[in-house]
């Protein structure tokens, strides 16, 4: 194999250096774009849970799947879990539903491998929470059904069981 000329090494670092830059620039701009439920990584694939049961289950169900996405995908999915309604108790620091704890630490499992979980601001008010109430991992999002309609609107695949 030949070595490439001085002109062809110098145009080719001229080009890597153009496209890093460039690369800099889209993602500086497509940083300032940034809604509540846009991620800065975008993965090749991107899914949202409804999760608004709070049988015990159910929830193992939800969270099993969310767990083999993870598992199957690595590095290459984003997964919001939408929590409201009874499904808000998941994330609950003292829930008022029976909700195992095994689950919620399952739940922070997952959120320790990038999930989201994103709990329902108007759920919150009917049950007279706060931000305090909610597990750290939760990210609270105005109205729920809003939330996954805007991830679905991204691209983000529906999930319901």
């Known amino acids: 194999m030949t070595e490439p000329s001085p002109v062809n090494r110098a145009r080719r670092l001229a080009l890597k250096t153009f496209g890093l830059f460039s690369g800099l620039l889209v993602a500086r701009g497509a940083q300032s774009q940034h809604t509540e439920?846009?991620?800065p990584d975008q993965a090749e694939h991107r899914v949202v849970y409804q999760c608004n049961q709070a049988d015990p289950e159910y929830l193992r169900h939800v969270l099993f799947s969310?767990?083999?996405?993870?598992?199957k995908y690595g590095d290459n999915i984003q997964i919001v879990v939408g929590t409201f309604g009874p499904g808000l108790h998941l994330l609950g620091r003292h829930p008022q539903r029976p909700i195992p704890h095994e689950l919620q630490q399952k739940a922070d499992s997952l959120a320790q491998y990038g999930v989201a979980f994103h709990a329902c601001g108007n759920t919150m008010k009917s049950l007279g929470w706060t931000e305090k109430d909610l597990l750290p991992f939760a990210v609270v999002v105005?109205?729920?059904?809003?939330?996954i309609m805007q991830l679905q609107e991204q691209g983000y695949a529906y999930i319901s069981w």
């Open 37 to 39: 439920t846009h991620f």
């Open 142 to 147: 105005p109205i729920g059904a809003d939330d």
């Open 66 to 71: 969310v767990g083999e996405l993870v598992r």
